[in-house]
């Protein structure tokens, strides 16, 4: 293989974005250097200036049907990296916005934070881009270094430091996986770019090859049986790097999942519905039925990542166009109600000094903003309508049962229920048991904004999603081209399979 | 203006709601004016609504349709037909009546009075949902509300659960008790509450999507479904698809209904839940499941209803004489009207399970005539729990002394539930029984000891409740005697007397609504109907074969009088 570096400067509009933010990321380090006196505070809202400019860009982008490739295809630009990009920049915007006070914690590095958050997200945006298995790996471990710091960030509390640990050999590991993966694929293949493999025939090689790869990306998405991690990196870890973790990297991951399932192994659907439908069930089932006993506010809100994850699959699993359309969809119902639930955590947290579920005790007398924001959240999470998470669940079970996954949607809509028994025991703290201290609990001015657009987006997207679904369905659209259009005729011998 | 009452009808209470985030509770007369005058604006539109509603034209009328969803084919689809039209009147009265009757919550009133918003509202969607996700949506959104209702301002039920029959042999709820786990606090009430229904509701939701599926037509439209779907002969699970759809549905909505043995959330949900939302509750939630069950099933399967209805048949003798026996036992007066709630519905499925014109009327009108009768009962008994802060019937007594208007209002509420002449139950019961004769008689005898155990348990509740010795613990107790405290009372035996008395248009308008369906779901097949004139005269019931639904246009006022015999 050659390689001929034909870059014009138009080509490098593509990478625009992530330029500047690498720019920026430069400028606040450079600033944090050489202003030692300067509050950190002004920092975040240095970084979130420069992402929301960024944020902007992309959005002229989006506008503007910006689109191609670079680098012999390793990196793409399509409709649907934009809408990755856009919402991991949107996730970063929040997060950063609501460590700020959390931030005060942390003895050493407080400007190195925001630092390190940015350059995850970096890292995030060039995995949305990611289009062969090699910027895969390069743009995965990029994310993941950043992660690795940031959650054993507490340096002298010992659970952030094994969560770190934890995080960091498993880590490891699933990248040993990843390269082995890819190696096994291009040794069969000679090839390396999505798309090109789409002809390619299903050799022993290829499956393990695939199959390798499918259990590193499940370990970043923390589904079943790759979920280990999880619960105590997630206890460990900061709250504002939990609250990143949950969210960000599952969905750059997910852009990698779309790419790989429906582009690369669209060819082979039969082969991999069933491994798609296996693992998305034992989430579910696992990740609702464990949050069950959780006393941590952390740990539940990880184990229900652990099932939503589940669903998400759900629509991987349809693998239609539509079900990307409810993936996308899924991802940013998530993305507001978790955030959200995670900034609730961080401001009790904050008041409290501790995130047991025992101490959400009378929120509702003590600051019914919070008590609200979260009631709506937790119910978004569970899928109770007019609320976003409603619709996505929804969205997901429609494309779904288009494709006949009828025993998938049965075991998703019952945990549904077993999640609401959960998230119901947090709201019965909130607001049916009385508080053991009534002293009202402050907020921040930084995390009000962050609790307000998380509020916004649940429930705007639950009462009216079609400004939104419009936009995952232009995301999408090149998957159209890949994967031909859903079978709705499903043979009547056995229409209660599957 | 009239074109958007259906708007106006759903939206206020929901615009009610949103305005109080804004009001402190520390304004609690600003508070429960907003909600008062929310409730008032629904409750105007409605009657508007019920009055404009042409009978004569009949179909959905008030139509509004926006698009809401391409890519799922949803649209915020709402008309009323003679079915839906009495019964989003009935949520309205009751809405406005629990205000009132909630007046003196001190407690988060502005939370108070939010939740009861929604839950009404809610509960009004799915009476006027045209789209099958609308339906369930709006359905859904009603169980939460119920939670924190429950929770935040319900009150623990205590030991009042237990039941001694007259040796003082300890009785219980057995089939409630499968699902029982001997928890007395409210917090149990509520959860179970929201897990069963949440359970059913998504069992009722894959029957949904299944439809969804396999109409193939890319929409959730109930009007497109029931003309254009075609879910016949398709095999699954060694059955048909219809079959196992009908199937799902059914039961999905009729825990909410709540059917025997699906029963066993309700009684203790009410028992646990403050005054108006056990009226809501009572009077309207528990009317979703017959409605949806309507809408969802009857509309769109029309073929299957008449073949799997028998289900239903068997199922309401035991949820009437079941939930009269328990009601009988029962000492918690929450508990006896819920249970007794519980038994009225399976006059309801009795109704749709006779599947003729003068049956399934008289179910829609028992629907709304129960919706009164118990609201009374409930708000009568809420306001026996705020004088004393008991339900325990055998400590209570003598107090009509002490509260001569509530007495005598509870009589009334006790002659409608029983379905005395004179009020609308009466008019509904006699539809039921008269219309199910033919083709289920031993229901109709069920039914009518049913009437006779409803009459035994109310009695005795009412003497044990007002008559006899008075405990002088509770001499403090005092009548209702503000206008605020009568007002809803008075509102809802007006409606009940009101239309017992004239019930002509309220039966014009169920007449509407329940003949076309009536004769889809009788003509696809023609039944031979060989039970003509076993009973009662063929007046009453018009021949099923009969095509043209306004041959079955037989004024019922006249039924009554006729067939006032075979009650006693």
């Given at each position: 293989?050659?390689?001929?570096?034909?870059?014009?400067?138009?080509?490098?509009?593509?990478?625009?974005?992530?330029?500047?933010?690498?720019?920026?990321l430069c400028v606040v380090l450079i600033v944090d250097f050489s202003l030692p006196r300067l509050?950190k505070?002004?920092l975040?809202?240095?970084?979130?200036?420069?992402?929301?400019?960024?944020?902007?860009?992309?959005?002229?982008?989006?506008?503007?049907?910006?689109?191609?490739?670079?680098?012999?295809?390793?990196?793409?630009?399509?409709?649907?990296?934009?809408?990755?990009?856009?919402?991991?920049?949107?996730?970063?915007?929040?997060?950063?916005?609501?460590?700020?006070?959390?931030?005060?914690?942390?003895?050493?590095f407080r400007g190195e934070?925001y630092c390190?958050?940015?350059?995850?997200?970096?890292?995030?945006?060039?995995?949305?881009?990611?289009?062969?298995?090699?910027?895969?790996?390069?743009?995965?471990?990029?994310?993941?270094?950043?992660?690795?710091?940031?959650?054993?960030?507490?340096?002298?509390?010992?659970?952030?430091?094994?969560?770190?640990?934890?995080?960091?050999?498993?880590?490891?590991?699933?990248?040993?996986?990843?390269?082995?993966?890819?190696?096994?694929?291009?040794?069969?293949?000679?090839?390396?770019?999505?798309?090109?493999?789409?002809?390619?025939?299903?050799?022993?090689?290829?499956?393990?090859?695939?199959?390798?790869?499918?259990?590193?990306?499940?370990?970043?998405?923390?589904?079943?049986?790759?979920?280990?991690?999880?619960?105590?990196?997630?206890?460990?870890?900061?709250?504002?790097?939990?609250?990143?973790?949950?969210?960000?990297?599952?969905?750059?991951?997910?852009?990698?999942?779309?790419?790989?399932?429906?582009?690369?192994?669209?060819?082979?659907?039969?082969?991999?519905?069933?491994?798609?439908?296996?693992?998305?069930?034992?989430?579910?089932?696992?990740?609702?039925?464990?949050?069950?006993?959780?006393?941590?506010?952390?740990?539940?809100?990880?184990?229900?990542?652990?099932?939503?994850?589940?669903?998400?699959?759900?629509?991987?699993?349809?693998?239609?166009?539509?079900?990307?359309?409810?993936?996308?969809?899924?991802?940013?119902?998530?993305?507001?109600?978790?955030?959200?639930?995670?900034?609730?955590?961080?401001?009790?947290?904050?008041?409290?000094?501790?995130?047991?579920?025992?101490?959400?005790?009378?929120?509702?007398?003590?600051?019914?903003?919070?008590?609200?924001?979260?009631?709506?959240?937790?119910?978004?999470?569970?899928?109770?309508?007019?609320?976003?998470?409603?619709?996505?669940?929804?969205?997901?079970?429609?494309?779904?049962?288009?494709?006949?996954?009828?025993?998938?949607?049965?075991?998703?809509?019952?945990?549904?229920?077993?999640?609401?028994?959960?998230?119901?025991?947090?709201?019965?703290?909130?607001?049916?048991?009385?508080?053991?201290?009534?002293?009202?609990?402050?907020?921040?001015?930084?995390?009000?904004?962050?609790?307000?657009?998380?509020?916004?987006?649940?429930?705007?997207?639950?009462?009216?999603?079609?400004?939104?679904?419009?936009?995952?369905?232009?995301?999408?659209?090149?998957?159209?081209?890949?994967?031909?259009?859903?079978?709705?005729?499903?043979?009547?011998?056995?229409?209660?399979?599957? | 203006?009239?074109?958007?009452?259906?708007?106006?009808?759903?939206?206020?209470?929901?615009?009610?709601?949103?305005?109080?985030?804004?009001?402190?509770?520390?304004?609690?007369?600003?508070?429960?004016?907003?909600?008062?005058?929310?409730?008032?604006?629904?409750?105007?539109?409605?009657?508007?609504?019920?009055?404009?509603?042409?009978?004569?034209?009949?179909?959905?009328?008030?139509?509004?349709?926006?698009?809401?969803?391409?890519?799922?084919?949803?649209?915020?689809?709402?008309?009323?037909?003679?079915?839906?039209?009495?019964?989003?009147?009935?949520?309205?009265?009751?809405?406005?009546?629990?205000?009132?009757?909630?007046?003196?919550?001190?407690?988060?009133?502005?939370?108070?009075?939010?939740?009861?918003?929604?839950?009404?509202?809610?509960?009004?969607?799915?009476?006027?949902?045209?789209?099958?996700?609308?339906?369930?949506?709006?359905?859904?959104?009603?169980?939460?509300?119920?939670?924190?209702?429950?929770?935040?301002?319900?009150?623990?039920?205590?030991?009042?659960?237990?039941?001694?029959?007259?040796?003082?042999?300890?009785?219980?709820?057995?089939?409630?008790?499968?699902?029982?786990?001997?928890?007395?606090?409210?917090?149990?009430?509520?959860?179970?509450?929201?897990?069963?229904?949440?359970?059913?509701?998504?069992?009722?939701?894959?029957?949904?999507?299944?439809?969804?599926?396999?109409?193939?037509?890319?929409?959730?439209?109930?009007?497109?479904?029931?003309?254009?779907?075609?879910?016949?002969?398709?095999?699954?699970?060694?059955?048909?698809?219809?079959?196992?759809?009908?199937?799902?549905?059914?039961?999905?909505?009729?825990?909410?209904?709540?059917?025997?043995?699906?029963?066993?959330?309700?009684?203790?949900?009410?028992?646990?839940?403050?005054?108006?939302?056990?009226?809501?509750?009572?009077?309207?939630?528990?009317?979703?499941?017959?409605?949806?069950?309507?809408?969802?099933?009857?509309?769109?399967?029309?073929?299957?209803?008449?073949?799997?209805?028998?289900?239903?048949?068997?199922?309401?003798?035991?949820?009437?004489?079941?939930?009269?026996?328990?009601?009988?036992?029962?000492?918690?007066?929450?508990?006896?009207?819920?249970?007794?709630?519980?038994?009225?519905?399976?006059?309801?499925?009795?109704?749709?399970?006779?599947?003729?014109?003068?049956?399934?009327?008289?179910?829609?009108?028992?629907?709304?005539?129960?919706?009164?009768?118990?609201?009374?009962?409930?708000?009568?008994?809420?306001?026996?729990?705020?004088?004393?802060?008991?339900?325990?019937?055998?400590?209570?007594?003598?107090?009509?002394?002490?509260?001569?208007?509530?007495?005598?209002?509870?009589?009334?509420?006790?002659?409608?539930?029983?379905?005395?002449?004179?009020?609308?139950?009466?008019?509904?019961?006699?539809?039921?029984?008269?219309?199910?004769?033919?083709?289920?008689?031993?229901?109709?005898?069920?039914?009518?000891?049913?009437?006779?155990?409803?009459?035994?348990?109310?009695?005795?509740?009412?003497?044990?409740?007002?008559?006899?010795?008075?405990?002088?613990?509770?001499?403090?107790?005092?009548?209702?005697?503000?206008?605020?405290?009568?007002?809803?009372?008075?509102?809802?035996?007006?409606?009940?007397?009101?239309?017992?008395?004239?019930?002509?248009?309220?039966?014009?308008?169920?007449?509407?609504?329940?003949?076309?369906?009536?004769?889809?779901?009788?003509?696809?097949?023609?039944?031979?109907?060989?039970?003509?004139?076993?009973?009662?005269?063929?007046?009453?019931?018009?021949?099923?074969?009969?095509?043209?639904?306004?041959?079955?246009?037989?004024?019922?006022?006249?039924?009554?009088?006729?067939?006032?015999?075979?009650?006693?």
């Open positions: 293989m050659t390689f001929s570096l034909n870059m014009t400067f138009s080509d490098l509009l593509l990478l625009l974005p992530e330029i500047l933010l690498t720019c920026w509050p505070e002004r975040a809202y240095l970084s979130v200036a420069g992402l929301m400019a960024i944020l902007g860009c992309l959005g002229w982008f989006d506008l503007n049907h910006i689109s191609g490739t670079l680098f012999n295809n390793m990196f793409v630009l399509d409709r649907m990296a934009i809408f990755f990009k856009i919402f991991i920049l949107g996730a970063t915007i929040l997060v950063i916005l609501a460590s700020i006070e959390y931030v005060n914690r942390f003895t050493f934070y390190l958050v940015v350059m995850a997200a970096l890292g995030m945006m060039f995995m949305a881009s990611a289009n062969d298995l090699l910027s895969v790996f390069v743009s995965l471990e990029f994310a993941t270094l950043g992660f690795y710091i940031l959650v054993s960030y507490l340096r002298d509390d010992l659970a952030s430091n094994e969560g770190g640990l934890k995080f960091f050999i498993l880590g490891v590991f699933a990248a040993g996986l990843l390269a082995y993966g890819i190696s096994l694929v291009y040794g069969e293949t000679g090839k390396l770019v999505f798309s090109d493999m789409a002809s390619t025939r299903a050799t022993p090689g290829l499956i393990i090859g695939f199959l390798l790869i499918f259990a590193s990306l499940g370990f970043k998405i923390g589904a079943v049986p790759f979920h280990a991690w999880i619960p105590d990196t997630y206890h460990g870890a900061p709250t504002p790097v939990t609250t990143f973790l949950s969210i960000a990297p599952k969905a750059a991951a997910f852009a990698i999942l779309l790419r790989i399932f429906l582009v690369a192994l669209g060819t082979f659907k039969p082969l991999w519905v069933s491994l798609l439908v296996a693992v998305s069930i034992l989430s579910m089932t696992y990740g609702n039925i464990v949050a069950i006993a959780q006393r941590n506010i952390k740990r539940l809100l990880a184990y229900s990542g652990i099932a939503q994850v589940g669903n998400v699959l759900i629509g991987l699993a349809a693998g239609t166009k539509m079900g990307s359309d409810a993936v996308l969809f899924y991802l940013l119902a998530y993305l507001f109600a978790n955030i959200g639930a995670f900034a609730v955590v961080i401001a009790v947290g904050q008041a409290i000094g501790r995130d047991e579920i025992e101490d959400y005790r009378g929120l509702n007398r003590r600051s019914p903003f919070l008590a609200f924001a979260m009631l709506l959240f937790l119910l978004s999470l569970a899928g109770v309508p007019p609320l976003a998470g409603f619709i996505g669940k929804l969205y997901i079970f429609v494309a779904a049962i288009k494709e006949g996954l009828y025993t998938l949607i049965a075991v998703g809509l019952i945990n549904i229920v077993i999640s609401m028994y959960y998230y119901l025991i947090v709201v019965k703290q909130m607001y049916i048991n009385e508080p053991v201290d009534p002293s009202p609990i402050g907020i921040s001015n930084p995390m009000k904004a962050v609790i307000y657009v998380g509020l916004a987006g649940t429930l705007v997207i639950g009462i009216y999603p079609q400004p939104f679904t419009d936009w995952v369905v232009s995301a999408t659209l090149m998957f159209a081209n890949f994967i031909g259009p859903s079978a709705t005729v499903v043979p009547p011998s056995s229409p209660l399979g599957g | 203006m009239g074109e958007y009452a259906l708007l106006y009808i759903l939206f206020a209470p929901f615009a009610g709601a949103l305005a109080l985030i804004f009001v402190s509770n520390r304004q609690p007369l600003l508070v429960r004016s907003i909600a008062t005058s929310a409730a008032f604006v629904s409750l105007i539109a409605s009657l508007y609504l019920f009055y404009a509603y042409d009978p004569v034209k009949g179909g959905f009328q008030f139509i509004q349709k926006y698009e809401w969803s391409k890519q799922l084919g949803i649209s915020l689809y709402l008309g009323v037909d003679g079915i839906g039209t009495p019964l989003v009147l009935a949520s309205s009265i009751l809405l406005f009546a629990g205000i009132f009757v909630s007046w003196h919550i001190k407690d988060r009133t502005k939370e108070f009075y939010i939740w009861l918003l929604i839950l009404a509202a809610a509960t009004i969607g799915v009476f006027m949902s045209l789209d099958l996700f609308f339906l369930y949506f709006f359905y859904e959104m009603s169980v939460i509300p119920m939670y924190l209702l429950l929770g935040m301002w319900g009150s623990h039920t205590k030991k009042y659960l237990e039941m001694t029959d007259a040796e003082g042999l300890k009785q219980r709820d057995s089939v409630g008790f499968i699902f029982n786990f001997g928890s007395n606090s409210k917090e149990y009430a509520a959860m179970k509450l929201v897990l069963f229904l949440s359970a059913f509701a998504v069992i009722a939701l894959m029957g949904i999507l299944l439809i969804y599926k396999y109409s193939g037509l890319n929409t959730f439209d109930i009007l497109v479904l029931r003309e254009q779907a075609n879910l016949m002969n398709i095999p699954a699970l060694g059955t048909t698809l219809d079959k196992i759809i009908w199937v799902l549905v059914f039961f999905g909505f009729a825990s909410i209904a709540p059917l025997w043995p699906l029963h066993s959330w309700s009684p203790v949900g009410h028992a646990a839940a403050p005054a108006a939302t056990s009226m809501l509750h009572a009077g309207v939630l528990m009317k979703l499941g017959h409605f949806s069950i309507i809408r969802v099933a009857f509309e769109i399967l029309p073929e299957t209803t008449r073949e799997l209805m028998p289900i239903a048949a068997v199922l309401c003798m035991f949820s009437i004489i079941y939930g009269g026996f328990v009601a009988f036992y029962a000492k918690d007066t929450k508990y006896v009207i819920g249970y007794s709630s519980s038994s009225h519905m399976g006059y309801v499925f009795l109704g749709m399970a006779a599947l003729n014109y003068i049956s399934l009327s008289g179910a829609v009108i028992y629907m709304f005539a129960h919706a009164m009768a118990t609201g009374m009962l409930f708000a009568m008994a809420g306001w026996v729990y705020d004088q004393t802060h008991t339900r325990d019937i055998p400590s209570l007594g003598g107090l009509s002394n002490k509260m001569p208007f509530i007495s005598a209002c509870f009589v009334v509420g006790c002659m409608a539930s029983i379905g005395m002449p004179g009020t609308v139950n009466f008019i509904a019961e006699i539809m039921i029984i008269v219309g199910s004769w033919n083709k289920y008689p031993l229901q109709v005898i069920v039914a009518m000891l049913g009437i006779v155990l409803t009459l035994a348990y109310l009695f005795k509740m009412m003497r044990g409740l007002f008559y006899g010795p008075m405990n002088q613990k509770y001499s403090h107790a005092h009548d209702a005697i503000s206008t605020v405290d009568r007002l809803p009372l008075l509102i809802m035996i007006a409606v009940s007397v009101g239309f017992g008395i004239f019930p002509m248009h309220l039966y014009d308008v169920v007449r509407s609504g329940v003949d076309p369906l009536v004769a889809r779901i009788t003509l696809v097949v023609p039944v031979a109907e060989t039970g003509e004139g076993v009973g009662m005269r063929s007046k009453a019931t018009p021949p099923e074969k009969t095509s043209v639904p306004q041959a079955a246009h037989t004024p019922i006022s006249h039924t009554p009088r006729v067939s006032r015999g075979g009650r006693e």
